[in-house]
């Protein structure tokens, strides 16, 4: 057997008849095992009362989606590539374009059905634009499919609704990648600062 | 008077499952019973077929790494590094050292929160209900560092081809440091409550036997293999990602029966516990992703709108998949807390896999039941289901 094997395998649970016969007859292992369950009595409970608290998502969840809103122009920054269409392993984006008065390219239509999402954030990879998001939001359950058929002036509003200036930053800053740094050391890595 | 007689005599056909709350998800087992003896078991699955493999085949090689995210779906680290170590042999890439210690890392966390959830719901099977949430308590704790890592807490889809996603932060790092601190006093705790307990020992001892060799003919792995005095652990004999870099015991045990693989798994808490902190401290700085990963993964965004090459690489990576896949076939096993979980791939030059095959360890174990159960008491049907640590997403794949 190489020298890394452990073996676990208890031939005898106790050390001695002594001890096992203690155990037997006075409970000693329940014992133990109820004075941890009553010390744990007056300790603060780690579980969470869900609706009436909730619970703040981390930054970059992958959450609702949102459509990014170009603050120039007011309008969805998306131009309808339709990169996160193709890319989108469940194929749950819908992207309709027509061409506008001056023969650009119009964005008519941007739907994405959340039911069929897989939150994989493959989309939010493959825009080129920076146009499409994942909000921090997790709770939006309906009560018809049809409320979970987001279109494009939804998908505006959530990102009104859900991204606030800071978490605009945030997100894009850690989740829009790979980015050039990624391909080589930089300064900035987070490594293990020593046992504090 | 024969005629009752008759009947009485006669095995009772009993359906444990789809939708029994112990059988783990929806397995089904068609036992027949002689009093409360099994004569014999048949296991059902696909129920939760969704056809991964199939599916793997019309999309792009990275398209399709959500897809395993769902095989395991309470270790999906490990399924979405195993995915990648497949298609980077397939492709000749190696991922970075930093990114190498990163996936070792999270599949070491992966492993640690597997495994609390089958002790949670094994003891729960059994009897013992306390131990559930204490297990889920540091459940918690690593579901919530998966979330600052990536955003997900259960489909992570954070591996990519070539390295990771994205870079580990100096809180995740702080945090997860003081887990392992804590973490072994955690698993002394669990074992404070069921390691000597009475029931718990009548319910695991002795129970569910199977020799070395009758698990090696199933073609058993994982810790339900090492249970039964089979050393053989993937992480040592074909080292993959960081784990010839760091120390780690591998546990094994001598009865083959349902306690012994507890206790395999037990250690194996302790170990990844140990893992993870030398990976911590070892950490170092440098890229991860792979320099040569742009062929194959997305090319880094500041770029993509200033220069123009990039730009169309990007495009049709995404439509088209890597335009330079080498034709072949490649088979790749990693380590996953299930059991031996291994890809294999064949590429016929298209930017898709020709063909995806998943050796899932939950198939295997399922299959290897009957063995198991047959011969013992219906009630410790529940405790080798539990044992043998199935999750029916990778087994209906």
Known sequence: MEEYVKIVTRDRLYKDEMESLMTKFLFLEIVRGMRLTLKTMFKKPVTRRYPKEKRQAKPGFRGLHALVRNP???????????????????????????EGDNHEKVVERYEIEVLRCVYCSLCVEACPFQAIALTETYDYAAFSKQELFYTKDRLLKNWDDFMTEEKKKRYFESFWGPKTSFFRENESQATFKGKS | MEQIKERHEREL??????????????????????????????????????????????????????????????????????????????FGIEAPIRAKYIRTMIAEMTRISSHLLWL??????????????????????????????????????????????????????????????IFPSKVGEYETLIDKNRIWLMRTKGVGVISAEEAINWSLSGATLRGCGVNYDIRKKHPYDAYDLVEFD????????????????????????????????????????????????????????????????????????????????????????????????????????????????????????????????????????????????????
Not at chain 2, 68 to 88: F, K, P, Q
Not at chain 2, 131 to 136: G, K, N, R, S
Not at chain 2, 295 to 301: D, E, G, N, V
């Open chain 1, 72 to 98: 120039e122009t007011g309008n969805a920054k998306c131009v309808g590539c339709g990169l996160c269409a193709a890319m989108c392993p469940s194929k749950c984006i819908y992207i309709y374009t027509r």
């Open chain 2, 13 to 90: 056909v009993l359906n444990l499952g789809p939708q029994h709350p112990s059988t783990h998800g929806v397995l089904r087992l068609k036992i027949e019973v002689e009093g409360e003896t099994v004569i014999k078991c048949t296991p059902y699955v696909g129920y939760l077929h969704r056809g991964t493999e199939k599916l793997a085949e019309g999309m792009t090689y990275l398209q399709a790494l959500p897809l395993t995210d769902r095989l395991d779906y309470v270790s999906s680290m490990t399924n979405n590094i195993g995915y990648c170590l497949a298609v980077e042999k397939l």
């Open chain 2, 120 to 181: 949670g719901t094994h003891a729960l099977d059994l009897g013992a209900m306390t131990v559930f949430l204490y297990a889920f308590r540091e459940r918690e704790w690593i579901l919530d560092l998966f979330e600052t890592l990536c955003g997900a807490r259960l489909t992570v889809s954070y591996p990519r081809i070539g390295g990771v996603r994205n870079d580990v932060s100096q809180e995740f790092i702080d945090s997860l440091y003081e887990f392992t601190n």
């Open chain 2, 250 to 397: 591998v546990p094994i045990g001598l009865n083959g029966d349902v306690y012994d693989r507890y206790l395999c798994r037990m250690e194996e808490l302790r170990q990844s516990n140990r893992i993870i902190r030398q990976c911590i401290e070892k950490l170092p700085k440098g890229a991860i992703l792979a320099p040569d990963a742009p062929k194959f993964t997305l090319p880094p965004k500041d770029k993509v709108l200033d220069n123009m090459e990039t730009l169309i690489h990007h495009f049709t990576l995404i439509t088209k998949g890597p335009m330079t896949a080498p034709k072949g076939e490649v088979y790749c096993c990693t380590e996953v807390p299930k059991g031996e979980l291994g890809f294999y791939m064949v590429s016929d030059g298209t930017g898709k896999p020709y063909r995806m095959r998943i050796r899932s360890p939950s198939f295997v174990h399922v299959s290897a039941l009957p063995a198991l159960c047959e011969g013992g008491m219906i009630a410790d049907v529940i405790a080798n289901i539990g044992t043998i640590d199935v999750v029916l997403g990778e087994c209906d794949r």
